[in-house]
Each structure stands twice: as structure tokens, then as C-alpha cells.
């Protein structure tokens, strides 16, 4: 009997410790909600004017899988939030496009990336690989141009994928 009663404490024991933990961070996540709201916009727009510099974005309706929001910016291009799939979940990335068709800039929101390997897509010497471009794209290991990031091949052809998603948008909507 006393077996039980030791058992039965400990259980209550746990589930008060978890209720408690559980309720401390649902209660922080009700008062940070609003901010981290606001800071991701706010990374949005940067981000936004960091691939395509206009003074004014125009949402346009972005029906295909994985754009998640498209923009007409100053009638010049298009700015296209796409969300691809790569090693460590989803990559959030903005993609500039011209009325030429040619990427003016990639951006990458969030990610979900190795550090050290993946989440070195964010560099600059690797986004600027896309500026220019208006063909399919591909890594080089795929026959393409786009030089993978070393020991994140996945995560090099999400972006890669990403921004051929972008291009196929505005070439459909331009």
C-alpha cells in the first residue's frame, strides 16, 4: 500500500510542476505575442526593401504552394515571400524580382538551418549569387550555377527552389 501512495505523490508532484510550467509559459507567450507580431513585420519590411527598394508595395493574391505573399513594388518588379522546406524546417525568405524577370535580391527571413552549415545561407556572398538571374535555377552538384553552401546542399537547393518559385510567380503574373 505504501508503494501506491509514493507513486501516487510523485505523479501529483509532476503534474502540479508541469500545470504550473505549462501555465507560466502560455501566459508569457499572451504578453510577447503582440511584439514578436510586430518585430517579424517589421523584419518583413526590411527585408522587402533590402531585395527590391520601392515606396510602395502593393499586395497582389499569391495562389501557388509555398508563396506565401506577393507585391507589386512601384509598378518597376515584384517582391515575393516564399516559404520552402530545407534540412532543419521551413526557410522564410523574400525574393526580388524585376519586370524583366531578374532577381534584384534575395533575403532570408527565418530559418530553421544547422548552424555553421545551413544557417550560413543567410551570408551575403551566397545570396548574391541569385542577383542577375532570370533562368531555372540549380546547384552546381544538380548541373546548375549556384555554388551550394559547403555541407548544406539541402538547404542550397531549398533557397535555390525558392527562388525558382518566385521567378515562375512574376512570370506568370507579369
Known sequence: MKDAKYILRLTLTLFLITAVVAGLLGLVNYLTEDRIDELTRQKAEAAMQEVFPAGNYEEIPAGEDGI????????????????????GG???????????????????????ETASLGANCTREDFRAQFVG?????????DGGSIDALTGATVTS?????????????VKEVG
Open 68 to 87: 506565401t505573399a506577393a507585391y507589386r513594388a512601384d509598378d518597376a518588379g515584384y517582391v515575393v515571400r516564399v516559404s520552402v522546406n530545407g534540412f
Open 157 to 169: 537547393r531549398a533557397v535555390v527552389s525558392g527562388v525558382n518559385l518566385a521567378l515562375d510567380f
Open 133 to 141: 538571374t532570370s533562368d531555372t535555377l540549380a546547384v552546381s552538384k
Open 90 to 112: 521551413a526557410i522564410d525568405m523574400m525574393v526580388g524580382v524585376d519586370n524583366a524577370g531578374t532577381v534584384t535580391g534575395v533575403s532570408i527571413i527565418s530559418h530553421g
